[in-house]
């Protein structure tokens, strides 16, 4: 919620205008080497508290996105 609805002012035509320019923005995040550890090491943690029978093999499909 903006700072504007919380205090009870309409949105400006600045933050109306943006909207549909962050609809159509594709949000991407990096999935490198620091955080297949991480996940690693929660699916390890699961396992160890009886949540999973056992690590799955980890395996990426690396699909291109046209920008």
């Known amino acids: 919620m903006s700072v504007a609805a919380r205090v009870g002012q309409p949105p400006s035509n600045d933050q109306l205008q943006a909207l549909p320019r962050t ?13 297949r550890a991480g996940l690693y090491t929660f699916l390890e943690m699961a396992r160890d508290v009886g949540e999973l029978g056992h690590v799955p093999e980890l395996r990426f499909v690396r699909e291109e996105v046209p920008a």
Do not use: A, T
């Not at 609809?23 to 955080?35: A, D, L, T």
């Open 23 to 35: 609809r159509e923005r594709r949000v991407r995040y990096s999935f490198g080497p620091r955080e």
